[in-house]
């Protein structure tokens, strides 16, 4: 399975990582190694085999729906890179 | 009494009862050593002498008005995914350099309730990805039995602090292998629990259906001892689990006659070093001498899809846990850009080193349109072929003995720029974490004068079996609290 460059550019920008041309030669190339040495569970019979997603059989866990203390707005604040008012600060979302 | 850094949890516990030395004595014996040490270890990424002398007082007022734990009063390590209130918290990433936790984690409350004193914050490779810590963003550890050669990871530090004496037990976290890899490589006692009985809260999450936080120590007693003060139900992690748990240190110093033990001959394939091979198979002979029921017959076919399965989920799972760090909220970030989204991907492209950005790629790709049914739904339902032929092994056997690691500890820069090589180190460990089975590493002899480590699994929940087997294995043996001869 080999990843070309623009493969590689795409994943990137669905993961949010800006890349450099240097990573991306160097990425297409190690990712395609990796994804090589996958190929073989393609061969394994799977019909009719449930997915696990979690080891354990625990599933819909519930508990009552009680108000308890937070964190506050200051401590919730204290590792903003930039805040302003008491929010967090980013460039503008919308164009 | 200079060299109480030498002692076990166990021996320095009733030393602090007898009133020989006491817990301030004990952790500033464990900081000279630090002082002493860590400048060619590199077991910490940051050291809290000032918290561990107070924390140790405390512990003398504790163990004066007869309240104390086993563990009052014990230097450890935590390893630095495990946030404490107050205390910087990295995961060995330079994108969180300089967050500072806002809250505990549950095991560090359970240590804390306990009365343990906190030494520092163990180096790791970078969110727990790696098997060296060659891929922490503060540079490697190094291994105190050969100072030119990894400690294995991703809890490297955790291990090689325990190994060098810059701490008594240490917590550690395990995801396909990260405290039993290092374990071994470093000579200590590393244990992997059951998924669902250590809870997650306050972890920096990697890999969700298998993060574990688990102990390591210098002997089995010390590992039971800290794995008993963590385990049980958190209501703020819903996948603990809920049922009551035995006392592990009820299994120490039984006889394991009649203990059904199968060795999974697929676990013996080349690349395992010949005197890797030589000291498990002495370590299969004393088990034996025990009057264990060895049979090397047994046969896990799966075992060797357990690589890809694992490298597809843990990614995919990486991807989505490590979507969070945006630069917006904590941690580093890169405002130079002019839009928000150019700030996120300079965020993360200057904030993750290239083995996190690899497994986020890697995961980004299985999860996308297209790949999903070819690589993680296909991932997980090996995944349950694994567990089944497990189930159906432990129907014949109590626990399953293998080798932890293929290898001893390798040299720094050795597998750094080939991925997939070290992927390979982790080929022992990542079945039983695929399953959620607990799994323990110990000691079982030197190859070339570095550790061999032998591994044992159980089934779900069932440490004690695993616990009980690994004390008379270390009984019967020469290797309990041997430290290198780091000078």
Redesign the interface.
């Known amino acids: 399975m080999a990843?070309t460059n623009h493969?590689?550019l795409h994943?990137?920008h669905?993961?949010?990582?800006?890349?450099t041309d240097a990573?991306v030669e160097k990425?297409a190339v190690?990712?395609s190694?990796?994804?090589d040495?996958?190929a073989?569970?393609?061969a394994?019979p799977?019909e009719g085999?449930?997915?696990?997603?979690?080891?354990?059989p625990?599933s819909n866990?519930m508990?009552e729906d009680e108000v308890a203390s937070s964190?506050s707005r200051h401590?919730?604040l204290?590792?903003?890179?930039?805040q302003e008012d008491g929010y967090?600060r980013?460039?503008?979302?919308l164009e | 009494m200079t060299d109480l850094w030498r002692l076990t949890a166990h021996e320095a516990h009733e030393g602090l009862r007898a009133r020989q030395f006491t817990s301030v004595e004990l952790t500033q014996a464990v900081l000279d050593r630090v002082a002493a040490v860590e400048a060619r270890v590199h077991a910490y990424i940051t050291v809290t002498a000032d918290v561990a002398i107070e924390q140790a007082r405390e512990a003398d007022v504790k163990l004066a008005t007869g309240s104390a734990t086993p563990l009052t009063g014990i230097p450890m390590a935590v390893k630095d995914l495990i946030v404490t209130k107050g205390v910087r918290t990295t995961a060995g990433s330079r994108i969180l350099e300089?967050?500072?936790p806002?809250?505990d984690s549950h095991v560090y409350e359970c240590v804390r309730r306990a009365g343990a004193v906190m030494v520092g914050k163990s180096n790791m490779d970078e969110f727990a990805m790696g098997s060296s810590t060659e891929h922490s963003a503060f540079g490697p550890s190094h291994n105190p039995w050969d100072e030119a050669r990894v400690p294995g990871g991703s809890s490297g530090g955790s291990a090689a602090a325990v190994a060098a004496g810059e701490c008594l037990v240490s917590l550690g976290s395990d995801t396909g292998g990260s405290i039993r890899q290092p374990a071994a490589l470093c000579g200590v006692v590393g244990l992997d629990p059951t998924?669902?009985r250590v809870s997650r809260f306050g972890i920096v999450a990697f890999g969700s259906?298998l993060d574990q936080v688990g102990p390591i120590g210098r002997d089995v007693e010390d590992v039971a001892t800290l794995l008993d003060c963590i385990s049980g139900h958190d209501?703020r992690d819903?996948?603990t689990?809920p049922e009551p748990l035995p006392d592990l240190r009820h299994y120490l110093g039984r006889d394991v006659r009649g203990m059904r033990v199968g060795v999974p001959r697929e676990y013996f394939v080349e690349g395992m070093e010949p005197g890797v091979r030589a000291r498990i198979d002495e370590a299969l002979k004393l088990l034996e001498g025990l009057g264990c029921e060895v049979d090397t017959s047994l046969s896990l076919p799966?075992t060797?899809?357990a690589?890809?399965?694992y490298?597809?989920i843990a990614p995919s799972e990486a991807?989505a846990n490590l979507?969070r760090y945006?630069?917006?909220?904590?941690?580093?970030?890169d405002?130079t850009?002019?839009?928000?989204?150019?700030?996120?991907?300079?965020t993360?492209?200057h904030g993750?080193g290239n083995e996190v950005?690899?497994r986020?790629?890697?995961g980004?790709?299985a999860l996308?349109a297209g790949y999903y049914d070819?690589?993680y739904?296909?991932?997980?339902?090996?995944?349950?072929?694994i567990?089944a032929e497990f189930q159906a092994a432990f129907a014949k056997y109590d626990v399953i003995v293998t080798p932890t690691s293929p290898t001893v500890a390798f040299p720094i820069g050795a597998k750094i720029d080939d991925?997939?090589a070290m992927?390979l180190n982790d080929v022992y460990t990542l079945p039983s974490s695929v399953?959620?089975?607990p799994a323990l590493s110990l000691p079982c002899g030197l190859s070339e004068g570095l550790p061999v480590g032998l591994q044992i699994v159980g089934n779900?929940f069932d440490e004690g079996r695993v616990i009980m087997l690994a004390d008379a294995f270390e009984r019967a043996g020469k290797w309990a609290n041997c430290l290198p001869d780091l000078a």
């Open positions: 990843l493969d590689v994943i990137a669905l993961a949010r990582i800006s890349l990573e990425f190690q990712l190694g990796i994804l040495h996958f073989a569970l393609a394994v799977t085999v449930e997915p696990t997603a979690h080891p354990l625990l866990v508990r964190l401590e919730v204290a590792n903003a890179p930039q967090f980013v460039r503008g979302v | 300089n967050f500072i806002p809250y998924y669902g259906s209501p819903s996948t689990n799966s060797e899809h690589l890809a399965v490298y597809i991807s979507a945006d630069g917006v909220k904590y941690g580093f970030s405002r850009g002019t839009t928000m989204w150019q700030n996120m991907e300079e993360r492209a993750f950005k690899r986020i790629m890697l980004t790709y996308s070819a690589y739904l296909k991932a997980q339902k090996v995944r349950t072929l567990n991925p997939y992927y399953a959620g089975l779900f």
